[in-house]
């Protein structure tokens, strides 16, 4: 089983960046699918989901109006579309796969699979 996260970078505040997720060795319908992030000395913490039809996203406080993730099981793949993204943006990003109910959505302990994670840096 393989998640290949792609698409970070350095990006100037107000900037927008899209992550994509590609998933080998599992039926992608099957999982709902998580972005996390993680800063220096900071707890892993939850981004985004999306349940395993691509509707119901969840997102974070911080990032609701801003972020939006989608995902095509048909291509095995899971996006994170990032717009008006600020300083505090940064962080690496990782995507995540879980079979557990909907509501434990938030909680990394219960992804099974992870990426490698992509670097986002948010700064002029």
């Known amino acids: 089983v393989q998640l290949q996260a792609s698409g970070g970078g350095l990006v100037q505040p107000g900037g927008s960046l899209r992550l994509s997720c590609t998933a080998s060795?599992?039926?992608?319908?099957?999982?709902?699918m998580g972005w996390f992030r993680q800063s220096p000395g900071k707890e892993r913490e939850f981004v985004a989901a999306?349940?395993?039809?691509?509707?119901?996203?969840d997102y974070a406080d911080s990032v609701k109006g801003r972020f939006t993730v989608s995902r095509v099981n048909a291509e095995s793949a899971v996006y994170l579309k990032m717009n008006s993204l600020k300083p505090e943006d940064t962080a690496l990003y990782y995507c995540?796969?879980?079979?557990?109910?909907?509501?434990?959505?938030?909680?990394?302990?219960?992804?099974?699979?992870w990426g490698q994670g992509t670097q986002v840096t948010v700064s002029s």
């Open positions: 999306v349940n395993k039809g691509g509707g119901l996203p």
């Open positions: 995540a796969a879980t079979t557990v109910v909907w509501g434990l959505r938030g909680d990394p302990s219960r992804y099974s699979y």
């Open positions: 060795g599992i039926t992608l319908n099957r999982y709902i």
